[in-house]
Every structure is written in structure tokens, then in C-alpha cells.
């Protein structure tokens, strides 16, 4: 991936999460941002001081805008930290730790673009989609909601 390409996800990740935080579809504009800047870690190119900084900063202005749109599906909780974990892979030099941050905030991703998804279509007019996702649906994990014990 060149540098332009590389720098290039970097900006549609700030972009897409602008649009998080500002926008009427902050599932689906902040799993985009997500996947955005998955892309960039992925070309293995220093990424931009500046770019990666404002990108943090509005993955965290993004998530209580994020955690609202999931409320009562996804802890909010969940939310703030897989968007953490995110931002911390920007700044992250170990490749094991690396892969484990991408790995829980891609799972994040994947959520929220499934509700999106699936408000997309209890909202559309197909009602046979909308049946066929009722009668099946997706039981969320359950999120503890106390405080960490540490052992």
C-alpha cells in the first residue's frame, strides 16, 4: 500500500467518524470509520502524527453518540472500550498486542454494522425480512456491568 493509500484510510476513518458524531447513522458511519482505520494499521507504514491524534480524539467523541444508537443492545460500557482499544492500536509497536486491539474493536465493528443492519430492514418496507429477522434473533453476551475483579 503506498503512503498516499495508507494516509488516505487514515482520513476517510476521521471522516466517517465525524459523520458518527454529527450525522443520522452513527452505527453504520462509525463501523465505517472502524473499518477505515483498520485499513490503514493494516499497510505496516507509520501512520500520520497529526491524522492518527485527531482520529483518536473523535473515536472518542464518537462513542457516546455510538453507545446511545446501541442503547439496550450493547453495554455502553462495551462500546467505550473497544473504541479505546482502537485508539490504542494507532500507538500500539507490538504485533501480538497489536492483532489483539484490531481483534476486539473489529468485533465491535462487526456489531454495529449488524444493527445497523437489522434496523435497516425492521424499518424497510419488506415485511418477509422483518418476520424472518424476529423470529430469529440474535442473543447479545451478556456484559458484566460492575467493577473488574482483579485475581
Known amino acids: 500500500m503506498t ?3 495508507h ?3 487514515l482520513a476517510q476513518a476521521a471522516d466517517h467518524l ?3 458524531i454529527a450525522g443520522e447513522k452513527p452505527l453504520l458511519d462509525g463501523a465505517l470509520g472502524l473499518r477505515s482505520l483498520f485499513n490503514s494499521l493494516n499497510s505496516s507504514q507509520p501512520l500520520d502524527p497529526q491524522l ?4 483518536s480524539r473523535l473515536l472518542f467523541a464518537a462513542a457516546p453518540r455510538i453507545a446511545d444508537a446501541a442503547s439496550g443492545r ?3 460500557e462495551y462500546v467505550f472500550v473497544a473504541l479505546g482499544c482502537a485508539s490504542a492500536a494507532m500507538g500500539n509497536v507490538d504485533a501480538e498486542r497489536l492483532r489483539g486491539l484490531m481483534a476486539f474493536a473489529a ?3 462487526a456489531e454495529i454494522r ?3 443492519l437489522r434496523d435497516m430492514i425492521a424499518a424497510g418496507g419488506q415485511a418477509d425480512l422483518a ?3 424476529s423470529r430469529s434473533p440474535v442473543i447479545a453476551a451478556p456484559y458484566p456491568v460492575g467493577p473488574t475483579t482483579l485475581h
Do not use: K, S, T
Open 114 to 116: 449488524a444493527l445497523f
Open 74 to 76: 450493547l453495554a455502553p
Open 131 to 133: 418476520d424472518a429477522l
Open 107 to 109: 468485533i465491535l465493528e
Open 18 to 20: 465525524r459523520a458518527a
Open 52 to 55: 492518527a491524534g485527531e482520529v
Open 3 to 5: 503512503a498516499a493509500a
Open 7 to 9: 494516509d488516505q484510510h
